[in-house]
């Protein structure tokens, strides 16, 4: 049974068919890696064929996807803007007809940011209910409202339905 690349690895390895040079940046600046002076990137044949009639590509999606492992998570943020900054014009178009509300995303970094965006929008959602109900809220509880995990965050709005007064809503 012969498996087919999927969209993702097909954009990885359009963005660097495309952009050669950019394998060079993303070592360079997302990695820190000091790399010699280069006039040109190119891409010779990336075809790896054996004696047997069986045919490889070899893998520059594998090399995009997996160079964000082990960043911190500001180097991850700038690795992104990077690959979304150099997709060619047939990877975006696939993007637009991509569904945002059922994708299931396949990177634990998506997933990393989609949550903490998540949690962010629900942390000041509760934020403002809490100094609509009960005036202004402290430096310290701000803190810790902005700190709590999704489900903490959903029993404080629970609670606030019928809380009587501040405390009793973060408990």
């Known amino acids: 049974m012969r498996l087919m690349p999927s969209q993702l690895h097909e954009s990885h390895l359009l963005l660097f ?22 006039r040109e990137a190119r891409i010779e044949s990336a075809d790896l064929t054996e004696v047997q009639p069986a045919e490889y590509r070899a893998d520059l999606a594998m090399a995009a996807q997996n160079a964000s492992s082990g960043l ?10 990077l690959i979304l900054n150099a997709l060619g014009e047939a990877a975006r178009q696939a993007l ?19 949550a903490q965006g998540k949690a962010e929008g629900r942390a000041a959602l509760i934020l403002r209910l809490l100094a609509l109900r009960f005036g202004a809220v402290g430096a310290e509880i701000e803190s810790r409202i902005r700190g709590a995990s999704i489900p903490e965050l959903d029993l404080i709005g629970e609670r606030l339905l019928t809380a009587r007064t501040l405390e009793e809503a973060l408990e």
């Open 72 to 81: 911190d998570a500001d180097r991850q943020k700038i690795y992104f803007d």
């Open 17 to 38: 068919r495309n952009q050669p040079a950019l394998a060079a940046q993303l070592i360079r600046d997302a990695l820190g890696v000091r790399l010699p002076a280069f």
């Open 96 to 114: 637009k007809k991509m569904d945002a509300r059922t994708y299931e995303y396949q990177s634990d970094f998506a997933r990393q940011y989609i």
